[in-house]
T-cell receptor
Framework: LAKTTQPISMDSYEGQEVNITCSHN???????ITWYQQFPSQGPRFIIQ???TKVTNEVASLFIPADRKSSTLSLPRVSLSDTAVYYC?????????????FGSGTRLSIRP | DSGVTQTPKHLITATGQRVTLRCSPRSGDLSVYWYQQSLDQGLQFLIQYYNGEERAKGNILERFSAQQFPDLHSELNLSSLELGDSALYFC????????????FGPGTRLTVT
């Protein structure tokens, strides 16, 4: 099963680019990599998902190297409202024996 | 609003009791997932159902059980409750095909006294 490792916390300032890396050394061929954002006492919110190379949407980019053993979530020009916990998730799309493993989460604090 | 609803929002009960948490997935989503999040902890995957069938199982205790009904809503049953079961319980749903984004409900906060 793919286990994920993320930094416990990160600090940055408004307007900066923030990169959060997740390690998933045992990722399997069919695993997708997904990132979620969670505010206190709320359910996580989907940010971005990818399988390989680079994916970009209106809020973030996801970089996945060729070996897929890590991934980096990039948040451009962060604001105070980006202060949250960010989770990396590796999960098999289809499998009767699949398990879904969230990383421990990275607590991102943005300062003015 | 994710489109996933959970009831009740808060639940306070005593040790040894049994409770049922309810989840209605987004319209059209066939998969339902249950997660437990203890205070300041990460998300622990409990179980997944797909169109009424159990699809994946995480670290779900034997005292806990779940099911998904024909109308696709799901219930998580927690019995013989212990103080350590106090947590936020989230339900999420997703569409059938990969890549599958999960949409989370607002959660049920369970307090066991």
């Amino acid at each position: 099963l793919a286990k994920t490792t993320q930094p416990i916390s990160m600090d940055s300032y408004e307007g900066q680019e923030v990169n959060i890396t997740c390690s998933h050394n045992n990722i399997a061929t069919n695993d997708y990599i997904t990132w979620y954002q969670q505010f206190p006492s709320q359910g996580p919110r989907f940010i971005i998902q990818g399988y390989k190379t680079k994916v970009t949407n209106e809020v973030a980019s996801l970089f996945i190297p060729a070996d897929r053993k890590s991934s980096t979530l990039s948040l451009p020009r962060v604001s105070l409202s980006d202060t949250a916990v960010y989770y990396c998730l590796v999960a098999i799309a289809y499998s009767s024996a699949s398990k879904i493993i969230f990383g421990s989460g990275t607590r991102l604090s943005i300062r003015p | 609003d994710s489109g996933v609803t959970q009831t009740p929002k808060h639940l306070i009960t005593a040790t040894g009791q049994r409770v049922t948490l309810r989840c209605s997935p987004r319209s059209g989503d066939l998969s339902v997932y249950w997660y437990q999040q203890s205070l300041d902890q990460g998300l622990q995957f409990l179980i997944q159902y797909y169109n009424g069938e159990e699809r994946a199982k995480g670290n779900i205790l034997e005292r806990f059980s779940a099911q998904q009904f024909p109308d696709l809503h799901s219930e998580l049953n927690l019995s013989s409750l212990e103080l350590g079961d106090s947590a936020l319980y989230f339900c999420a749903s997703s569409a059938t095909s990969p890549p599958y984004e999960q949409y989370f409900g607002p959660g049920t906060r369970l307090t066991v006294t």
